[in-house]
Nanobody, 119 residues
């Protein structure tokens, strides 16, 4: 069974920074891609940033230049560095990872971590 656990959320003032972490565990052969998504009440979950195994990245237009996604394949960790945070970044942030195990492919979500940007 594959599990993802996010951490690093919290309350931050506008203009501040946070670093989210996502730990991937389980009987994993490889992680092909990973991403961070966010969701606010009444809205659909949206992609914030994604990264491939090789390190290629893509970002939502709203976070380009402010957020950076990275991964440590050896540690099975995915990170989201968030700088110059704005109130509209307030949301529950979810990590997703997709890859393969010994018995098949997986695509798994974490439980989410709250990020609140407010003065």
């Amino acid at each position: 069974q594959v599990q993802l656990v996010e951490s690093g959320g919290g309350l931050v003032q506008p203009g501040g920074s946070l670093r989210l972490s996502c730990a991937v565990s389980g009987s994993i052969v490889s992680i092909h891609g990973a991403g961070w998504y966010r969701q606010t009440p009444g809205k659909e979950r949206e992609l914030v940033a994604a990264i491939t195994r090789g390190g290629s990245t893509n970002y939502a237009d709203s976070v380009k230049g402010r957020f950076t996604i990275s991964r440590d394949n050896a540690k099975r960790m995915v990170y989201l560095q968030m700088n110059s945070l704005k109130p509209e970044d307030t949301a529950v942030y979810y990590c997703n990872a997709a890859g393969s195990t010994g018995w098949g492919d997986f695509s798994t979500w974490g439980q989410g971590t709250q990020v609140t940007v407010s003065s």
